[in-house]
């Protein structure tokens, strides 16, 4: 709970008033403390779960924060400009290059995904509407070959109009919409 004000809420407020002020000089010092505690809660994700048998070790945590937040020992100014600066600027190119290719992987994995979601939820509007949805189940079987030759254009079938889908069996079925689909294609030559 102290982290929580002292190492969060004190220091957003004090931003916000050096951003509404427009202090250069203390916009900087809590820009500098800000970088510190990301980097100070991205390793406390990691230590928590190694350290945190250690005699004092949430006590160390407040203190380093305090120590951070002190404008006597300035900590967050004295490791940002000894070691995260320096360190920064010497691997800024290659940084810089790794969250290029981040971006574009998570980009082209963003549309991969997309793409297999859709297709997921068109399989199962699919089988929705053709296991129990009886509506739009018996719209589909309703069509009689004589429907289908019509709406083609071609009066003259070769399937005898008294043959249905409702009436045709399951084996029989794909010999059907195969001779339809075989007797569009020669007739569009």
């Known amino acids: 709970f102290s982290r929580l004000i002292f190492g969060t809420l004190y220091p957003a407020y004090y931003s916000y008033k050096a951003v509404k002020s427009k202090d250069i ?3 900087v010092k809590w820009m500098m403390y800000w970088i510190i505690f990301a980097l100070f ?5 990691f230590t928590d779960i190694f350290l945190c048998w250690f005699p004092f070790y949430y006590e160390l945590k407040i203190a380093f924060v305090a120590w951070l937040l002190s404008p006597y020992t300035k ?4 490791l940002y400009r000894k070691f995260v600066h320096p360190t920064l600027s010497s691997k800024e190119k290659e940084i810089d290059d790794c969250l290029v290719q ?10 991969h995904f997309g793409k297999r979601g859709l297709n997921v939820a068109a399989t199962a509007a699919v089988m929705a509407a053709s296991k129990g949805q009886g509506a739009l189940s018996e719209r589909l079987r309703s069509f009689s070959m ?5 709406i083609r254009g071609d009066s003259s079938s070769t399937v005898p ?10 084996q029989s079925q794909p010999k059907t ?8 294609g020669s007739s569009g030559k």
């Open 41 to 45: 809660t991205t390793a406390e994700t």
């Open 102 to 111: 981040a971006k574009d992987r998570s980009y082209d994995a963003l549309v």
């Open 25 to 27: 000089k203390e916009y």
């Open 75 to 78: 900590g967050s100014s004295l």
């Open 177 to 184: 919409s195969r001779s339809v689909s075989e007797g569009t």
């Open 146 to 150: 004589q429907d289908l030759s019509t």
């Open 161 to 170: 109009p008294s043959v249905t889908v409702r009436t045709s069996s399951k």
